[in-house]
């Protein structure tokens, strides 16, 4: 007997299609569903699914001898018949089944044999694990199939029992036997009885069998249907309310984005776009919505499926597939929540702790707490290292209780973090400790006019990897610290007495005019300067008497600190040196030595105190 296939079945649901439109898809499933429950009305079908083969059907079967219906016999008879289609004692009144070859045949080990599952009414019964005498797992499960036919079209309460056998446990029914069930068909890591494995094919049968009859009962395919078509309407109004309520969760949270987002900024500026804010809620509610969609469609495939006799086996898979995934998330989840308390509770202490140290610093910026070792100079970067330093130490502590932490997944992120900081740590580690030094060290500060190597500039920020300077000409430059570390600085604004900075000049004047003349029109030069402090008072050095002229450098006090008015004051100095000496007739000239002079370059004592000089 083949496989069930109900006749025009594709016309039906052609017909049914273009009667109920695109909508009608749960519709139509029903009722493919339930045409070949209720058109098997020749008896039970029973097919044959070996493990990592195709299905087998009775038409792929190999031609076997008919069996013949037992007659009755008197007491002499019985006994005397053979297993080859004749009655035996333990048939009962029924045929006699080929299912035990011949004794003399060695059996083939277990380990070598496929395995076959023998599945009745679309249900799997028994797999089929070992050879019996010979005959492959296939073979046993075909011939069970078989036996299955026979015995089932035969009058009777079909009552599925379990005998014991020599050589394994009978599964019977009305007390003919169906299959044997052998010690090679047990499964040995799991440590199976044979009972045990008996019992559940026996049980397994029993509802196949009640499931057959189930589908012949008009009555109880109606109900399926109608249980069904409620069902797919209680979908239809799930998935209308799920719409509904995506909509007014977008309108909701739409508000709430802008009016979040929009405070979110630091120093004045947004750290989030609204418009990508909400794209990225719209994108998670989307995604949500079709998480729930799908789940729903799940449900009701399974729900429906179970109805029906014929696909009740498909239908209990999938719920239990379903089930198992919510138990072992639950499980999962149970076991890791005390692991996320603790992780919970480290990153609570590591915040409390963040907020006392930086209630500590505030007080230390504000002047409150005084100390040799912290200043509101240091008080920045100390604050950070601070916070650092707990948050790494609470992540440390927190990660063995993180879900997943044992996985090789995290395993592997945490090479690949420790990798990525073994190749950039001598350069990374040289520019923080350099920044370090230089902070904690106080070379320089925000704000202070310095000089390093080359580069002049006011110091705008000292970080922990680079400084920045700004020059007068507007220039921002950048410097690593570890090049800083190695480069002369000079600080201009460590010299001075409050705010404000040091201006210096260098100029060069001849041997023939007289010193004193020079540091007074240099003093007077830089007292014109505006933005020059006359307190404390201009000063000149002779700072080298070279063979040709001597070296004069005038130092100031000024008071801006920005670039660029600095830059300002420095070139309002020198067009005043330049003034001062052209009003009293100074040439500012560096001479050359060429040949000796018809009259000596020296200077007599009358000229010493030339104006703007002063007489002691």
Known sequence: MTAYAPPNSSGMLSMARKATGAWSLPLLLLLALGMPALANEGGPR???????????????????EPTKTAQPATSSQHGSQ??????????GGRTANPLLPDMGVASVPAAQQAQAT????????FVFKGSLFGVSAADRARRAHLRLQELMDLPGPL???????PIGVMVQIDGATAFIVTPQDLDVLEQESLDVAAKLAVIALQQAIEETRESRDM?????????????TAVLLALVVMLSKAKGWAQARLQALTEKHVQRLQLAGVALLRPDRMWGAVQLLLTW?????SFVLLYTWASFVLALFPFTRAWGETLSGFLWDLLVQTGTGIAH????????????????????????????VASGQIRTSWLDADVEVPTRRIVRVVIWLFGLAMAYPYLPGADTDAF??????????????????????????????????RKGEFVRIGEHEGTVTEVGMFATRIRTGLGEELTLSNSTILATTTKNYSRTVNGPGFVLDTTLTIGYDTPWRQVHAMLEEAALRTPGVLAVPAPQVFQIALSDWYPEYRLVCQAIPAEPRPRAEVMSALHANIQDVFNGYGVQIMSPQYFEDPPVPKVVPPEHWYAAPAKRP
């Open 288 to 292: 949500g919505a079709r998480l729930v």
């Open 82 to 91: 053979t297993a080859k289609g004749h009655a035996s004692p333990d048939t």
């Open 159 to 165: 009552l599925v029992t379990q005998t014991a056998h």
């Open 411 to 444: 395993k592997g992120l945490s090479v690949l973090v420790g990798l990525m900081i073994s190749l950039g740590a001598s350069n990374l580690v040289g520019q923080a400790a350099s920044g370090l030094i230089l902070t904690y060290g106080r070379v320089f």
């Open 118 to 125: 023998l599945s009745y009414f679309n249900r799997p019964v």
């Open 336 to 363: 890791a929540v005390p692991g996320l308390v603790t992780a919970l509770l480290i990153f609570f202490i590591a915040r409390a702790l963040t907020k006392a140290a930086d209630g500590v610093f505030e007080r």
């Open 219 to 231: 009555g109880a395919m109606l109900r399926a249907v109608l249980a069904g078509v409620a069902a």
């Open 46 to 64: 029973v097919k044959v699914l070996p493990v990592g083969t195709v299905q087998v059907s009775s038409a792929d079967l190999p031609a076997m």
